[in-house]
């Protein structure tokens, strides 16, 4: 066997040295190489699973003509490169290339180098192959970055990793919604990340990756993570990054790749994020990264669900496992946490870094902090050993058992400094420690410092505050705002008297009101209440979230931003636990509780939970009452409240009865112009309409229409949904040529004022497209029903109750346009979504269930058409009852078929005759 430094036969034209972290590099070059007509050995290529690496090494090299070393600062930080380089430098083949901005030891920089970094794909070849003295020749491999020829498509169960792909290393992904900043101070964990990007290379292309990254708190699992990210961007086409600790955070995230993917806007936040979401199936080798996971179930409930991409997780608890592959992370080892410490306090000698470490537990984050404030002060290891031990036994009595000692002492250590060099920022930091670990907006650190600083210029101390805890590494900064560790704010909530907590909490909440925006139904305050949700969740359980009536209004209006939005889940959990806090605090009749219940109630009827809404509605709507008395008008909301839950579960005649109760009470004390005694007339003409009072319903729809004109005017959402409620009574009256007059007239308001995607546009241009059937236009109605339908599908979702009502009008179409068999599929797919999200007893499910059966007996089922027509009826007669119109139609068409039947038998085919 050769040594490193013994000449042999070369058989091979080029080996490339490199460190872990420039891979993606390596491979690159390696691929140019070989496109250029010459052989390279590259390990993660060419080095068999289980050979001694040593050994492989040494021939490697000695069979190779040229050694290509690829400079960056990991590369001269590594010992086995730094062996390598010397072998080639000695035996006078090495051929230089630097990938990265690093200074290079000055035995190497009298050889010279060519740079790589910071420039075009174009350009960094032909630097490579000039360097090499080559020329660029047809390349085997193909290019998979933006902007590149399209990647030659993989066999369904073949890895990603084959070899057809080498992308440029300094390419971006298409879509890249990663929001966090790449740590320029991260070390280690390089045998992790590659054995990472390995497992997930070897997932077929047609499924999904998934792995775990687990471990304690301030073991850097999130900077893990997004140094994976980065360091391998140019494998994927698409990355994500998303906050999974609470639904808030979760949805924010989604609606930041809509933004990055270019989806229309919403109004409904959730939605939108779960376009996102469905997105992926139409995207290839993306990357998605669930950071801080918590709550298994909010995981599982946006977990994506195509494959051709990877999932990283990252979280505590172990019993993420079922997600996919555990890689349980712990502390640094000593290398690394010396590598970590010198990298930033370079005046410490190898020694003082590992009693630093010891001392420190080797925690990343403590490490990453002791490091920040060595390089900020200059003292030395000594003393900053003795401020460390000094924090620790003066910050608690006893140690406490959920922080490591050194992550104690490395945070107290620095507050201390920053209370002695800017004590008013190092109290804007305390406030700040009772907010979420999520990033505080420009909103919030502007109202906090002005609590602290009053009267001070916001961006000036702004920037104080900032310029302060990066000094000391104390929070995360990016984009002129910082974030917390929850760990780090646990330590300082911890060190506070109870006094202390309850005036720096008091000020927390207070800076979020001032922070609020005023209308939570307003579409243009939600991103400011995004970012402030959070934080108001944060604040429920302390004593002065509970009890501030300034802070309790801006609770019940973050929860309606979560309603109004569509973010039904996140609401739930809010109000859930607003009226858990609360109850304890004010008792069951309390008002500001009741005022919750009232928006959980909301909630639950946003997710379409109409059964528990109504439960809900109906207990605070008694207790309004007998507090407020019923008149009150909080009492007359909760009552109309019981209406719609009424309608909601498929009571429609309970429905009608209630709703005309309490019209006539709002009108009695509101008067009739009162926009909540138009909001409950108009459910009560839904109501009418419903149970096929259509005479009825169409002079409630008018007088509804006329005074919210009068009252909101001609384009407001609620009087534009009047026009649509009076155009359905008018074809329902057989005034089809009026009615698609002012369908038309709707549409082309709502689509001017609200976009041809909003919710309300796709449910009048179904409107329209329906008279357009009733007037013989049956092409016209389904282009349009079709138009709707795309629209509706890709902007709410395919199981969206506004989505499941067009498609069932567009089978129809298609069952007239004579394609009974289309119908039927659609009939079928509308039926079964319906079916599960609605219920069978829904009057939606029953009015498909028709049409589905109907469907079966044109094309010959008759048994099953015959069975679904007796179950619909049933269904029908419980719901509706007897002599509704829609009863009768199941009975008048179930009919016609047995009697159709029993002339068949009386009478058989011609062809049967004798």
């Known amino acids: 066997m050769h040594g490193w430094d013994e000449p042999a036969a070369a058989s091979t034209d080029f080996f490339v040295s490199c460190a872990e972290s420039d891979r993606l590099w390596a491979e690159w070059v390696a691929a140019e190489l070989e496109a250029a007509g010459r052989t390279v050995l590259l390990q993660t290529w060419d080095a068999v699973a289980g050979v001694n690496f040593v050994v492989w090494m040494s021939r490697s090299m000695a069979a190779s003509r040229r050694i290509v070393a690829l400079y960056s600062p990991a590369y001269f930080e590594s010992g086995w490169c730094t062996a390598e380089c010397t072998v080639a430098f000695g035996r006078q083949v090495l051929l230089p290339f630097k990938v990265a901005e690093c200074e290079v030891p000055a035995v190497l920089a009298t050889t010279g180098y060519t740079s790589l970094h910071g420039l075009e794909e174009a350009t960094t070849r032909e630097r490579l192959l000039r360097g090499a003295g080559l020329r660029a020749r047809p390349r085997r491999f193909d290019d998979r970055f933006p902007g590149g020829a399209a990647p030659v498509p993989h066999p369904p169960d073949e890895p990603r990793r084959a070899e057809t792909a080498a992308p440029f290393p300094a390419a971006s992904p298409a879509t890249w919604s990663l929001r966090r900043p790449r740590s320029t101070w991260f070390v280690g964990r390089d045998a992790l990340l590659t054995d990472m990007y390995e497992r997930f290379r070897s997932v077929p292309v047609d499924r999904t990756g998934a792995q775990v990254v687990a471990g304690i708190g301030g073991v850097g699992k999130t900077q893990l993570a997004v140094e994976y990210a980065h360091r391998f961007a140019a494998r994927y086409s698409l990355v994500s990054w998303v906050d999974a600790a609470e639904p808030t955070t979760m949805v924010e995230s989604f609606d930041a790749l809509a933004d990055a993917l270019r989806l229309p806007a919403d109004p409904d936040v959730d939605r939108r994020a779960r376009r996102a979401l469905a997105s992926l199936r139409e995207e290839s080798d993306w990357l998605v990264i669930f950071d801080n996971v918590e709550n298994r179930q909010l995981l599982a409930d946006w977990w994506p669900t195509v494959g051709g991409g990877d999932i990283l997780v990252t979280g505590r608890s172990r019993l993420l496992e079922e997600f996919g592959e555990m890689r349980n992370i712990g502390t640094f080892s000593p290398e690394e946490a010396v590598s970590l410490l010198r990298r930033r306090a370079s005046r410490l000698t190898e020694f003082d870094a590992l009693r630093l470490a010891e001392a420190l537990?080797?925690?990343?984050?403590?490490?990453?902090?002791?490091?920040?404030?060595?390089?900020?002060?200059?003292?030395?290891?000594?003393?900053?050993?003795?401020?460390?031990?000094?924090?620790?036994?003066?910050?608690?009595?006893?140690?406490?058992?959920?922080?490591p000692a050194g992550l104690v002492g490395s945070v107290t250590t620095a507050m201390n400094r920053l209370v002695?060099?800017?004590?008013?920022?190092?109290?804007?930091?305390?406030?700040?420690?009772?907010?979420?670990?999520?990033?505080?907006?420009?909103?919030?650190?502007?109202?906090?410092?002005?609590?602290?600083?009053?009267?001070?210029?916001?961006?000036?101390?702004?920037?104080?505050?900032?310029?302060?805890?990066?000094?000391?590494?104390?929070?995360?900064?990016?984009?002129?705002?910082?974030?917390?560790?929850r760990l780090t704010q646990a330590v300082l909530r911890d060190q506070l008297s109870p006094e202390d907590r309850g005036r720096l909490g008091a000020q927390a909440a207070a800076a979020l009101v001032v922070a609020a925006p005023a209308?939570?139904?307003?579409?243009?305050?939600?991103?400011e209440y995004a970012t402030l949700a959070p934080h108001v969740s944060a604040m429920i359980d302390h004593p002065a979230g509970g009890r501030l009536p300034r802070f309790r209004g801006l609770v019940l209006m973050t929860v309606e931003y979560l309603t109004n939005s569509g973010q039904h889940a996140a609401a739930l959990a809010l109000a859930n636990a607003v009226v858990d806090t609360w109850t304890p605090l004010d008792g069951p009749d309390g008002l500001d509780r009741l005022g919750a219940a009232h928006r959980l109630g909301e909630a639950l009827r946003g997710a379409g939970r109409f059964g528990d809404a109504e439960n809900l509605d109906r207990d605070t709507h008694a207790r309004r009452c007998r507090i407020l008395g019923s008149d009150h008008r909080e009492s007359l909301r909760s009552a109309a409240a019981v209406g719609t839950d009424l309608r909601g579960t498929g009571d429609r005649t309970g429905a009608r009865d209630w709703n005309s109760t309490v019209l006539t009470a709002a009108r009695a004390v509101l008067g009739s112009d009162d926009p909540l005694a138009l909001d409950i007339a108009a459910s009560l003409a839904l109501d009418l309409h419903g149970l096929g009072a259509?005479?009825?319903?169409?002079?409630?729809?008018?007088?509804?229409?006329?005074?919210?004109?009068?009252?909101?005017?001609?384009?407001?959402?609620?009087t534009l949904a009047s026009a649509r409620g009076l155009a359905r009574d008018l074809r329902a009256l057989g005034l089809h040529e009026q009615a698609r007059d002012l369908a038309r007239q709707t549409l082309d308001t709502l689509t001017r004022i609200l976009g041809a995607d909003h919710p309300d546009t796709l449910l009048a241009a179904s409107s329209l497209a329906v008279l357009h059937y009733a007037l013989g236009d049956l092409q016209t109605a389904r282009d349009l029903h079709q138009d709707s339908y795309n629209r509706s599908t890709r902007v709410l979702g395919p199981d969206h109750r506004h989505t499941l009502r067009i498609a069932n009008s567009l089978a129809v179409d298609l069952f007239r346009l004579g394609d009974p068999q289309a119908a039927l599929d659609l009939h079928q797919e509308t039926f079964d979504r319906l079916r599960r999200t609605a219920g069978p007893d829904h009057p939606d499910?029953?009015?498909?269930?028709?049409?589905?059966?109907?469907?079966?007996?044109?094309?010959?089922?008759?048994?099953?058409?015959?069975d679904l027509f007796e179950d619909t009826l049933r269904r029908?007669?419980?719901?509706?009852?007897?002599?509704?119109?829609?009863?009768?139609?199941?009975?008048d068409r179930l009919a016609r078929i047995r009697a159709r039947d029993t002339a068949a038998e009386i009478h058989p085919h011609p062809e049967a005759m004798t």
């Open 361 to 403: 537990g080797s925690l990343p984050l403590a490490l990453g902090q002791a490091a920040a404030y060595l390089a900020a002060t200059g003292i030395s290891a000594d003393d900053y050993l003795e401020l460390v031990t000094a924090s620790v036994s003066t910050a608690f009595a006893d140690n406490p058992a959920d922080y």
């Open 876 to 891: 029908r007669i419980l719901v509706l009852g007897d002599d509704h119109r829609e009863t009768r139609r199941t009975r």
């Open 694 to 718: 259509i005479a009825a319903a169409r002079e409630l729809d008018e007088e509804v229409l006329a005074r919210r004109r009068a009252v909101l005017g001609d384009t407001h959402q609620r």
């Open 420 to 485: 002695h060099e800017d004590p008013a920022v190092a109290e804007v930091f305390r406030i700040a420690a009772f907010l979420a670990p999520a990033p505080l907006s420009t909103q919030v650190l502007d109202a906090v410092t002005a609590l602290v600083l009053p009267g001070a210029v916001p961006i000036v101390t702004r920037s104080r505050v900032l310029r302060g805890l990066d000094t000391f590494a104390l929070a995360q900064i990016s984009g002129g705002v910082f974030e917390t560790h």
């Open 845 to 866: 499910t029953l009015h498909t269930a028709h049409n589905l059966a109907r469907d079966l007996d044109e094309l010959g089922q008759q048994d099953n058409a015959v």
């Open 519 to 527: 209308q939570p139904d307003d579409p243009a305050s939600w991103p």
